[in-house]
């Protein structure tokens, strides 16, 4: 392939492709749901960039402090916090990254040479990319203003640690993506990964308990960290400013042997995608072994009291849950964070603060929380459904009924976490008042009933496909995360509103009594919702099918 185009210039090629998907994203922006998408991605990026903008004044003042104040071994701290933040943020936030479509370069006459830079660039297009350069040239700011002649050599510093941390954040999620080829591999480590971040959770009991000896082991770990790229950044630095030439070179040329290292591990990745590496999930050929006639059960019908097409729905819902092992797994989350949450701020020994948080704020505070967790899918609940989405269209069913079944089994995975999180509740901390009690579940039926609708007018209006146990490129539509965060920050707000009103006027059953109005006013809502929103979905057919389907 390098023999197609030997005329044109590696940066020609770069140019070429760079044009060319400039025109991509241009025509597509012709389509009103692109340009909402893009709305609400710039919205998020906004949000976004005030943290970034604020820590960059804090990189800014912690390097102009630690060379003004002669703490030059402390800028090595700032180095790692960058470090460990462009390595793991994209772990947590995969499906917000930038995907190398290397399959889709493939279609072009590109070189190696240039496949390998489109690729590496394609991991500055990542938040977490974007974010640490901006802090990289904070610190660069900080330090100059502290003294002028670090300059020259906090430019090269910079950039080789830039181009080192690209590299490998390239190279480690290449390899992730062979290593999570296989669905059942990527929720068995998704899995083990939340079940990881729950566990971090921990640590503050533990630090409580075991802090001394495990601040002397990793005293005597400390050592170890100095030959990491972070630490040689730092004692790079450190030796410019102590006009030692010998460290500075020393602590460059490791730095340099990093960046070689991780070069030549990723570009051997990045060969073998260019010569075409396929990671699939399909099966070898075998020869199909005979199943035995499955025998007809005629047992009792446990949906009955609903009718066949919301049960179809049902049954369907449930077996994509089952198949889907990280959602299946994430079903466990809500009451161990109960149980976290209440170790940490509530009970009778809480570990952070001195008093617990009383069970009158904490059950509607939790409940909250619960239902901030288990809502965020409805608003995308075609989300699985792939070239599925056309049976709805030709089989003998209203979408009245489609959206039935799929919120019938949403509230009941709601009523199981619930009430296995109220029991997790009453032990740890005991149960609210009577007033406080039922106010809350009526809040909870409320803010339920309220935002299916919501959540069901968003699926069909901002719909986005997504894969079973994907990692990567799994994003939301922007304008439905949008629409669920505004619907959460208003059903939260009114929500708090009432329960105050009790302590305002003095009548603790004023609460109880407002939530039982309006969670009846949100059914019956609901109810004659149903038919205006089947007649919407027939009138966006295409757009579902062409958005699920592609």
Same mark, same amino acid.
């Given at each position: 392939?390098?023999?197609?185009?030997?005329?044109?210039?590696?940066?020609?090629?770069?140019?070429?492709?760079?044009?060319?998907?400039?025109?991509?994203?241009?025509?597509?922006?012709?389509?009103?749901?692109?340009?909402?998408?893009?709305?609400?991605?710039?919205? /998020?990026?906004?949000?976004?960039?005030?943290?970034?903008?604020?820590?960059?004044?804090?990189?800014?003042? !912690?390097?102009?402090?630690?060379?003004?104040?002669?703490?030059?071994?402390?800028? #090595?701290?700032?180095?790692?916090? +960058?470090?460990?933040?462009?390595?793991?943020?994209?772990?947590?936030?995969?499906?917000?990254?930038?995907?190398?479509?290397?399959?889709?370069?493939?279609?072009?006459?590109?070189?190696?040479?240039?496949?390998?830079?489109?690729?590496?660039?394609?991991?500055?297009?990542?938040?977490?990319?974007?974010?640490?350069? #901006?802090?990289?040239?904070?610190?660069?700011? !900080?330090?100059?203003?502290?003294?002028?002649?670090?300059?020259?050599?906090?430019?090269?510093?910079?950039?080789?640690?830039? $181009? %080192?941390?690209? &590299?490998?954040?390239?190279?480690?999620?290449?390899?992730?993506?062979?290593?999570?080829? @296989?669905?059942?591999?990527?929720?068995? =480590?998704?899995?083990?990964?939340?079940?990881?971040?729950?566990?971090?959770?921990?640590?503050?009991?533990?630090?409580?308990?075991?802090?001394?000896?495990?601040?002397?082991?990793?005293?005597?770990?400390?050592?170890?960290?100095?030959?990491?790229?972070?630490?040689?950044?730092?004692?790079?630095?450190?030796?410019?400013?102590?006009?030692?030439?010998?460290? =500075?070179?020393?602590?460059?040329?490791? $730095?340099?042997?990093?960046?070689?290292?991780?070069?030549?591990?990723?570009?051997?990745?990045?060969?073998?995608?260019?010569?075409?590496?396929?990671?699939?999930?399909?099966?070898?050929?075998?020869?199909?072994?005979?199943?035995?006639? /499955?025998?007809?059960?005629?047992?009792?019908? @446990?949906?009955?009291?609903?009718?066949?097409?919301?049960?179809?729905?049902? @049954?369907?819902?449930?077996?994509?849950? /089952?198949?889907?092992?990280?959602?299946?797994?994430?079903?466990?989350?809500?009451?161990?964070?109960?149980?976290?949450?209440?170790?940490?701020?509530?009970?009778?020994?809480?570990?952070?603060?001195?008093?617990?948080?009383?069970?009158?704020?904490?059950?509607? !505070?939790?409940?909250?929380?619960?239902? %901030? +967790?288990? *809502?965020?899918?409805?608003?995308?609940?075609?989300?699985?459904?792939?070239?599925?989405?056309? &049976?709805? =269209?030709?089989?003998?069913?209203?979408?009245?009924?489609?959206? %039935?079944?799929?919120?019938?089994?949403?509230?009941?995975?709601?009523?199981?976490?619930?009430?296995?999180?109220?029991?997790?509740?009453?032990?740890?901390?005991?149960?609210?008042?009577?007033? *406080?009690?039922?106010?809350?579940?009526?809040?909870?039926? =409320?803010?339920?009933?309220?935002?299916? &609708?919501?959540?069901?007018?968003?699926?069909?209006?901002?719909?986005?496909?997504?894969?079973?146990?994907?990692?990567?490129?799994?994003?939301?539509?922007?304008?439905?995360?949008?629409?669920?965060?505004?619907?959460?920050?208003? *059903?939260? !707000?009114?929500?708090?509103?009432?329960?105050?009103?009790?302590?305002? &006027?003095?009548?603790?059953?004023?609460?109880?009594?407002?939530?039982?109005?309006?969670?009846?006013?949100?059914?019956?809502?609901?109810?004659?919702?149903?038919?205006?929103?089947?007649?919407?979905?027939?009138?966006?057919?295409? +757009?579902?099918?062409?958005?699920?389907? @592609?």
């Amino acid at each position: 392939m390098a023999d197609v185009m030997p005329s044109v210039s590696i940066s020609e090629q770069i140019r070429l492709v760079a044009a060319l998907r400039w025109r991509i994203l241009r025509n597509s922006l012709r389509k009103k749901n692109n340009r909402l998408d893009l709305i609400g991605l710039i919205f /998020t990026g906004v949000f976004a960039s005030v943290l970034v903008v604020g820590l960059s004044f804090a990189f800014y003042a !912690g390097a102009y402090a630690f060379i003004s104040q002669g703490r030059l071994e402390w800028m #090595s701290l700032l180095f790692w916090g +960058i470090f460990l933040f462009w390595q793991l943020f994209p772990v947590f936030v995969a499906g917000f990254g930038a995907n190398f479509e290397f399959r889709t370069l493939l279609r072009f006459p590109l070189s190696l040479r240039a496949f390998y830079v489109i690729g590496l660039a394609y991991g500055l297009a990542d938040f977490s990319s974007l974010a640490s350069v #901006s802090w990289l040239l904070a610190m660069t700011a !900080g330090a100059t203003v502290a003294k002028p002649g670090v300059l020259p050599a906090m430019l090269l510093i910079v950039a080789i640690f830039l $181009l %080192l941390n690209v &590299t490998i954040e390239r190279l480690v999620g290449s390899w992730l993506e062979r290593l999570l080829a @296989r669905r059942r591999t990527r929720e068995l =480590f998704l899995g083990l990964f939340v079940l990881s971040m729950i566990s971090l959770n921990f640590l503050s009991p533990l630090m409580q308990r075991y802090g001394a000896s495990l601040r002397s082991a990793f005293l005597r770990l400390l050592p170890y960290f100095v030959w990491l790229p972070p630490s040689l950044a730092g004692r790079a630095l450190a030796a410019v400013i102590r006009l030692e030439p010998a460290g =500075f070179l020393l602590s460059a040329a490791l $730095l340099l042997v990093y960046l070689v290292l991780f070069t030549a591990l990723l570009w051997r990745r990045f060969a073998a995608q260019y010569r075409g590496e396929e990671l699939s999930e399909t099966a070898a050929p075998a020869r199909a072994a005979a199943r035995p006639a /499955t025998a007809k059960d005629d047992g009792p019908d @446990r949906l009955s009291l609903l009718s066949p097409q919301v049960a179809a729905i049902v @049954r369907k819902e449930f077996h994509y849950l /089952t198949r889907n092992g990280f959602a299946y797994l994430t079903l466990l989350m809500p009451p161990l964070l109960i149980l976290i949450f209440s170790m940490n701020f509530a009970g009778r020994h809480p570990t952070v603060g001195g008093k617990g948080v009383s069970a009158e704020m904490f059950f509607p !505070g939790m409940m909250a929380y619960l239902i %901030l +967790i288990l *809502m965020a899918p409805a608003y995308n609940s075609f989300a699985y459904e792939g070239r599925g989405i056309q &049976t709805y =269209f030709t089989a003998p069913v209203r979408f009245r009924d489609v959206f %039935l079944g799929k919120n019938l089994m949403l509230i009941s995975i709601l009523w199981l976490e619930i009430t296995l999180s109220l029991g997790m509740l009453t032990w740890r901390v005991g149960l609210p008042s009577a007033h *406080m009690l039922v106010a809350t579940c009526a809040a909870i039926i =409320f803010t339920v009933v309220g935002q299916l &609708t919501i959540a069901n007018w968003s699926s069909i209006t901002f719909p986005r496909r997504m894969e079973f146990g994907q990692m990567r490129g799994q994003r939301q539509s922007g304008m439905a995360v949008l629409v669920a965060f505004g619907s959460q920050i208003l *059903m939260g !707000g009114i929500s708090a509103v009432i329960l105050f009103t009790g302590n305002w &006027t003095g009548n603790p059953w004023l609460p109880a009594e407002a939530f039982v109005f309006l969670a009846a006013v949100a059914v019956g809502g609901y109810f004659a919702s149903l038919d205006a929103l089947s007649q919407l979905a027939e009138t966006r057919k295409e +757009i579902l099918i062409e958005a699920l389907c @592609r």
